[in-house]
Protein backbone atom coordinates (compact mmCIF):
# COMPACT_ATOMS: atom_id res chain seq x y z
CA UNK A 1 0.00 0.00 0.00
CA UNK A 2 1.59 3.01 -0.84
CA UNK A 3 3.10 5.50 1.99
CA UNK A 4 4.25 9.02 1.78
CA UNK A 5 7.34 8.26 0.18
CA UNK A 6 5.27 6.39 -2.53
CA UNK A 7 2.92 9.65 -2.69
CA UNK A 8 5.51 11.94 -2.86
CA UNK A 9 7.73 10.20 -5.35
CA UNK A 10 4.38 9.92 -7.80
CA UNK A 11 3.77 13.75 -6.83
CA UNK A 12 7.51 14.99 -7.82
CA UNK A 13 7.26 13.04 -10.67
CA UNK A 14 3.94 13.85 -11.95
CA UNK A 15 4.62 17.82 -11.28
CA UNK A 16 6.72 19.00 -14.08
CA UNK A 17 4.13 17.48 -16.86
CA UNK A 18 0.96 18.37 -14.90
CA UNK A 19 1.92 22.11 -13.68
CA UNK A 20 0.02 24.77 -16.55
CA UNK A 21 -1.69 21.81 -18.33
CA UNK A 22 -4.91 21.61 -18.97
CA UNK A 23 -7.60 18.73 -18.53
CA UNK A 24 -8.77 18.51 -21.95
CA UNK A 25 -11.04 15.37 -21.93
CA UNK A 26 -11.83 13.27 -18.71
CA UNK A 27 -13.09 9.86 -18.93
CA UNK A 28 -13.63 7.86 -15.60
CA UNK A 29 -14.90 4.18 -16.51
CA UNK A 30 -15.20 3.12 -12.33
CA UNK A 31 -18.12 4.60 -10.75
CA UNK A 32 -16.44 3.73 -7.30
CA UNK A 33 -13.68 5.94 -8.09
CA UNK A 34 -15.72 9.03 -7.37
CA UNK A 35 -18.56 7.48 -5.03
CA UNK A 36 -20.68 8.87 -3.60
CA UNK A 37 -20.73 11.88 -6.60
CA UNK A 38 -21.53 10.39 -10.10
CA UNK A 39 -18.42 9.33 -12.38
CA UNK A 40 -20.19 11.08 -15.39
CA UNK A 41 -20.43 14.11 -14.19
CA UNK A 42 -17.28 14.82 -11.97
CA UNK A 43 -15.20 13.40 -15.31
CA UNK A 44 -17.29 16.46 -17.08
CA UNK A 45 -16.30 18.70 -13.80
CA UNK A 46 -12.82 18.01 -14.19
CA UNK A 47 -12.75 18.90 -18.32
CA UNK A 48 -10.90 22.50 -18.56
CA UNK A 49 -9.42 22.82 -15.31
CA UNK A 50 -5.55 23.84 -15.54
CA UNK A 51 -3.12 22.75 -13.34
CA UNK A 52 -1.56 24.97 -11.03
CA UNK A 53 0.09 23.35 -8.37
CA UNK A 54 0.89 18.99 -7.40
CA UNK A 55 0.95 18.84 -3.95
CA UNK A 56 0.79 16.47 -1.15
CA UNK A 57 -1.16 16.19 2.30
CA UNK A 58 -0.08 12.64 4.11
CA UNK A 59 -0.92 9.90 1.38
CA UNK A 60 -3.29 12.41 -0.54
CA UNK A 61 -2.20 13.23 -3.44
CA UNK A 62 -3.51 16.94 -4.35
CA UNK A 63 -4.27 18.19 -7.46
CA UNK A 64 -4.40 22.21 -7.15
CA UNK A 65 -6.76 24.08 -10.30
CA UNK A 66 -6.32 27.75 -11.37
CA UNK A 67 -9.86 28.12 -10.46
CA UNK A 68 -8.99 27.21 -6.50
CA UNK A 69 -10.32 23.63 -6.86
CA UNK A 70 -8.97 20.89 -6.09
CA UNK A 71 -9.03 16.71 -6.73
CA UNK A 72 -7.85 14.87 -4.09
CA UNK A 73 -6.27 11.17 -4.88
CA UNK A 74 -6.16 8.66 -2.50
CA UNK A 75 -4.32 5.26 -3.97
CA UNK A 76 -5.22 3.64 -0.76
CA UNK A 77 -3.96 -0.30 -1.89
CA UNK A 78 -3.38 -0.90 -5.46
CA UNK A 79 -3.98 2.48 -7.07
CA UNK A 80 -1.30 4.16 -9.51
CA UNK A 81 -0.51 7.09 -11.54
CA UNK A 82 1.20 7.11 -14.77
CA UNK A 83 1.77 9.81 -16.89
CA UNK A 84 2.87 8.90 -20.41
CA UNK A 85 3.51 10.28 -23.90
CA UNK A 86 0.90 11.34 -26.30
CA UNK A 87 -0.22 8.07 -28.12
CA UNK A 88 1.38 5.87 -26.38
CA UNK A 89 -1.74 5.30 -24.56
CA UNK A 90 -2.44 1.05 -24.58
CA UNK A 91 -5.51 -0.28 -24.87
CA UNK A 92 -7.36 -3.40 -22.94
CA UNK A 93 -5.98 -2.40 -19.62
CA UNK A 94 -8.80 -4.02 -17.48
CA UNK A 95 -7.54 -2.38 -14.32
CA UNK A 96 -8.05 1.32 -16.26
CA UNK A 97 -10.05 3.44 -14.09
CA UNK A 98 -9.71 6.98 -15.41
CA UNK A 99 -7.59 8.95 -18.27
CA UNK A 100 -7.03 12.20 -18.61
CA UNK A 101 -6.09 13.62 -21.95
CA UNK A 102 -3.98 16.59 -21.01
CA UNK A 103 -3.39 19.71 -23.78
CA UNK A 104 -0.01 18.68 -25.00
CA UNK A 105 -1.66 15.26 -26.17
CA UNK A 106 -0.04 13.47 -23.03
CA UNK A 107 -1.70 11.21 -20.99
CA UNK A 108 -2.66 10.86 -17.17
CA UNK A 109 -3.84 7.09 -16.41
CA UNK A 110 -4.95 6.19 -13.28
CA UNK A 111 -4.79 2.18 -12.62
CA UNK A 112 -6.35 0.20 -9.45
CA UNK A 113 -6.00 -3.41 -9.45
CA UNK A 114 -8.15 -3.41 -5.84
CA UNK A 115 -10.32 -0.28 -6.60
CA UNK A 116 -10.52 0.98 -3.55
CA UNK A 117 -8.91 4.59 -4.55
CA UNK A 118 -10.78 7.38 -4.62
CA UNK A 119 -10.90 10.87 -6.79
CA UNK A 120 -12.84 13.64 -4.93
CA UNK A 121 -13.36 17.51 -6.53
CA UNK A 122 -12.69 19.60 -4.18
CA UNK A 123 -14.20 22.93 -4.09
CA UNK A 124 -11.86 25.84 -2.71
CA UNK A 125 -13.75 26.00 0.87
CA UNK A 126 -13.94 22.11 1.21
CA UNK A 127 -9.82 21.40 0.58
CA UNK A 128 -8.08 21.86 4.38
CA UNK A 129 -12.02 21.44 6.11
CA UNK A 130 -11.42 18.17 4.20
CA UNK A 131 -8.07 17.50 4.89
CA UNK A 132 -7.97 18.91 8.35
CA UNK A 133 -10.57 16.46 9.34
CA UNK A 134 -8.63 13.23 8.47
CA UNK A 135 -4.84 14.17 9.22
CA UNK A 136 -2.87 14.98 11.86
CA UNK A 137 0.86 16.73 11.73
CA UNK A 138 2.96 16.54 8.69
CA UNK A 139 6.05 14.58 9.44
CA UNK A 140 8.60 15.64 7.34
CA UNK A 141 7.49 19.73 7.61
CA UNK A 142 9.65 21.81 10.05
CA UNK A 143 6.79 22.77 12.32
CA UNK A 144 7.05 18.55 13.02
CA UNK A 145 9.31 18.71 15.68
CA UNK A 146 9.44 16.15 18.38
CA UNK A 147 7.22 18.08 20.71
CA UNK A 148 4.28 17.63 18.39
CA UNK A 149 5.05 14.54 17.97
CA UNK A 150 4.95 14.00 21.99
CA UNK A 151 1.89 15.87 22.05
CA UNK A 152 0.15 13.89 19.14
CA UNK A 153 1.21 10.34 21.11
CA UNK A 154 0.26 11.82 24.84
CA UNK A 155 -1.69 9.73 27.38
CA UNK A 156 -2.36 7.11 24.66
CA UNK A 157 -2.83 3.58 26.03
CA UNK A 158 -2.59 2.01 22.88
CA UNK A 159 0.59 0.12 21.10
CA UNK A 160 3.07 3.06 19.76
CA UNK A 161 2.62 1.29 16.60
CA UNK A 162 -1.14 2.04 16.21
CA UNK A 163 -0.54 5.36 17.48
CA UNK A 164 1.77 6.11 14.51
CA UNK A 165 -0.37 4.71 11.97
CA UNK A 166 -3.16 6.55 13.34
CA UNK A 167 -3.42 9.19 10.04
CA UNK A 168 -5.46 11.91 12.42
CA UNK A 169 -2.00 11.68 14.85
CA UNK A 170 0.84 11.51 12.13
CA UNK A 171 -0.30 11.80 8.51
CA UNK A 172 1.11 9.43 5.86
CA UNK A 173 2.98 6.56 7.76
CA UNK A 174 1.60 3.02 7.14
CA UNK A 175 2.83 -0.29 8.16
CA UNK A 176 5.95 -0.29 6.28
CA UNK A 177 7.73 2.70 7.08
CA UNK A 178 6.19 2.45 10.83
CA UNK A 179 8.05 -0.86 11.26
CA UNK A 180 11.05 0.74 9.62
CA UNK A 181 11.20 3.83 11.90
CA UNK A 182 10.22 1.74 15.38
CA UNK A 183 13.61 -0.39 14.38
CA UNK A 184 15.79 2.89 13.97
CA UNK A 185 14.45 4.19 17.36
CA UNK A 186 14.45 0.94 19.04
CA UNK A 187 11.55 0.87 20.33
CA UNK A 188 9.08 -2.46 20.47
CA UNK A 189 6.44 -1.70 18.13
CA UNK A 190 3.93 -2.99 21.52
CA UNK A 191 4.77 -0.19 23.79
CA UNK A 192 2.25 2.24 25.44
CA UNK A 193 2.89 4.89 23.03
CA UNK A 194 1.77 7.53 26.18
CA UNK A 195 4.46 5.31 28.32
CA UNK A 196 7.42 6.41 25.81
CA UNK A 197 10.17 8.66 27.76
CA UNK A 198 11.35 12.05 26.41
CA UNK A 199 14.51 10.68 24.89
CA UNK A 200 12.61 7.64 23.10
CA UNK A 201 10.03 10.62 21.18
CA UNK A 202 13.35 11.92 20.69
CA UNK A 203 14.34 8.76 18.86
CA UNK A 204 11.19 8.30 17.51
CA UNK A 205 10.82 11.30 15.70
CA UNK A 206 14.45 11.04 14.63
CA UNK A 207 13.42 7.08 13.50
CA UNK A 208 10.26 8.11 11.53
CA UNK A 209 11.33 11.13 9.01
CA UNK A 210 15.14 8.99 8.62
CA UNK A 211 12.84 6.26 7.80
CA UNK A 212 10.49 8.35 5.50
CA UNK A 213 13.64 10.26 3.92
CA UNK A 214 15.05 6.92 2.82
CA UNK A 215 11.92 5.93 1.59
CA UNK A 216 11.58 9.02 -1.27
CA UNK A 217 15.07 8.78 -1.53
CA UNK A 218 14.66 5.32 -3.60
CA UNK A 219 11.18 5.90 -4.98
CA UNK A 220 9.13 3.97 -2.91
CA UNK A 221 8.88 0.39 -2.18
CA UNK A 222 7.37 -1.62 -4.84
CA UNK A 223 5.90 -4.89 -2.94
CA UNK A 224 3.61 -5.80 -5.75
CA UNK A 225 1.59 -2.43 -7.13
CA UNK A 226 3.14 0.53 -6.57
CA UNK A 227 4.90 1.92 -9.71
CA UNK A 228 6.39 5.78 -10.49
CA UNK A 229 4.49 7.40 -12.56
CA UNK A 230 6.88 6.49 -15.67
CA UNK A 231 5.91 3.01 -14.77
CA UNK A 232 9.28 2.11 -13.06
CA UNK A 233 9.61 0.25 -9.36
CA UNK A 234 10.35 1.87 -6.51
CA UNK A 235 13.97 0.52 -5.09
CA UNK A 236 13.69 0.94 -0.96
CA UNK A 237 12.16 -2.70 -0.90
CA UNK A 238 15.90 -3.92 -1.47
CA UNK A 239 17.11 -1.81 1.59
CA UNK A 240 14.26 -2.52 4.39
CA UNK A 241 16.16 -2.88 7.90
CA UNK A 242 13.03 -4.82 9.40
CA UNK A 243 9.85 -5.29 7.00
CA UNK A 244 9.54 -8.66 6.05
CA UNK A 245 12.96 -9.66 7.01
CA UNK A 246 12.28 -12.37 9.99
CA UNK A 247 14.50 -14.96 10.47
CA UNK A 248 17.14 -12.55 9.11
CA UNK A 249 19.84 -11.03 10.87
CA UNK A 250 19.62 -7.45 12.46
CA UNK A 251 21.11 -5.18 11.01
CA UNK A 252 22.56 -3.39 13.97
CA UNK A 253 22.78 -6.67 16.60
CA UNK A 254 22.99 -9.17 14.35
CA UNK A 255 19.91 -11.15 16.52
CA UNK A 256 17.34 -12.76 14.01
CA UNK A 257 14.72 -10.65 13.28
CA UNK A 258 10.95 -11.67 14.70
CA UNK A 259 7.52 -11.07 13.45
CA UNK A 260 4.54 -10.56 15.62
CA UNK A 261 0.64 -9.33 14.88
CA UNK A 262 0.78 -5.57 16.82
CA UNK A 263 -2.06 -2.85 15.58
CA UNK A 264 -3.39 -5.28 13.89
CA UNK A 265 -0.93 -5.85 11.40
CA UNK A 266 2.15 -8.16 10.87
CA UNK A 267 5.25 -6.56 12.43
CA UNK A 268 8.78 -7.01 12.22
CA UNK A 269 11.34 -5.67 15.17
CA UNK A 270 14.38 -7.16 16.63
CA UNK A 271 13.81 -8.24 20.18
CA UNK A 272 17.92 -7.12 20.56
CA UNK A 273 17.48 -3.80 20.42
CA UNK A 274 13.46 -3.16 20.59
CA UNK A 275 13.13 -4.82 23.96
CA UNK A 276 9.68 -4.72 25.30
CA UNK A 277 10.10 -3.80 28.91
CA UNK A 278 10.33 0.25 29.98
CA UNK A 279 14.13 0.82 28.85
CA UNK A 280 14.51 2.52 32.00
CA UNK A 281 14.42 -1.12 33.64
CA UNK A 282 16.66 -2.78 31.40
CA UNK A 283 19.94 -0.53 30.91
CA UNK A 284 18.70 0.41 27.56
CA UNK A 285 18.09 4.26 28.44
ZN1 LIG B 1 18.89 -5.64 16.73
Not at 83 to 107: F, I, Y
Not at 258 to 276: S, V
Request: charged share 30%; glycine share 10%; proline share 7%.
Amino acid sequence: MPELPEVETVRRRLEPGLVGRTFERVEISDPRLTRPFDHVEVAAELEGERVAAVDRRGKYLIVRFETGRALLIHLRMTGNVLHVEPGTLLSGDPHRRAVVRLDDGSDVVYRDVRRFGTWLLAEPDEIEPYLAARLGGEPLAAAFTAKRLAEALADRRAPVKAAILDQRRIAGIGNIYADEALWRARIHPQRPAGELHLGELRALHRGIRAALKAGIERQGATLRDYRTPDGRSGRMQHEFKVYGRQGEPCPRCGRPIEKIRAAGRGTWFCPGCQPLGDPTHNGYA
